[in-house]
């Protein structure tokens, strides 16, 4: 498995809480309309299970999980607002971790690249893009250098530490 071998994750994500911090309830409400859109079986608990434990990670002292989301992730309504208001709880309490950096691009934010697509660079020999019905496995350096440039751009306009918690705040305020 990719994330056991990984020593640094580098997450970008525009339209979505990343997999990683997610809370089993806002995993379930995601795998849930995938699976209504892609027309497959409902393994929906046992996708929730996996998840939940690959974050076990995020406590990993020998690991560094380096997370970018764009601000319209966390008002994305996929899931109900109750389950949205303990997501945003649960990326609060992230800040303060060692083994974290979370950033958040806010809407007011000076972009230096547009917040497209969402990829994970696994170290500096994999990049996973996913789409709609797939997921793309880059791992050609070139195209892993083109994405390291992507996330460091896109660093640039972020937010961390208490100003990260003051856009979760003013989000959960709007809420």
């Known amino acids: 498995m990719e994330h056991a071998r990984t020593a640094t994750l580098c997450i970008w994500e525009n339209s979505l809480i990343p997999g990683m911090v997610q809370t089993p309830d806002y995993a379930r409400a995601v795998f849930t309309r995938h699976a209504q859109l892609m027309r497959s079986p409902k393994d929906t608990e046992e996708a929730v299970r996996a998840r939940v434990q690959r974050q076990e990670a995020l406590y990993d002292s020998r690991k560094r999980h380096r997370i970018l989301m764009w601000e319209g992730a966390m008002r ?4 109900s607002p109750a389950v949205l208001a303990a997501q945003l709880d649960r990326l609060a309490s992230l800040t303060g971790l ?5 950033g958040i691009v806010p809407f007011a934010a ?14 500096d020999r994999l990049v996973i893009a996913e789409d709609w019905h797939a997921e793309l496995w880059i791992d050609d350096t070139d195209s892993i250098a083109v994405y390291q440039r992507t996330w460091n751009l896109l660093r640039e306009s972020a937010v961390f530490g208490t100003e990260a918690q003051r856009v979760i705040s003013h989000v959960q305020r709007a809420g």
Not at 76 to 79: D, F, K, N, P, S
Not at 98 to 102: G, I, M, Q
Request: net charge negative.
């Open 76 to 79: 994305a309504l996929v899931c």
């Open 110 to 123: 000076p972009l230096k690249i547009h917040p497209a697509n969402g990829f994970w660079i696994y170290d």
């Open 98 to 102: 060692d083994t974290v950096e979370l």
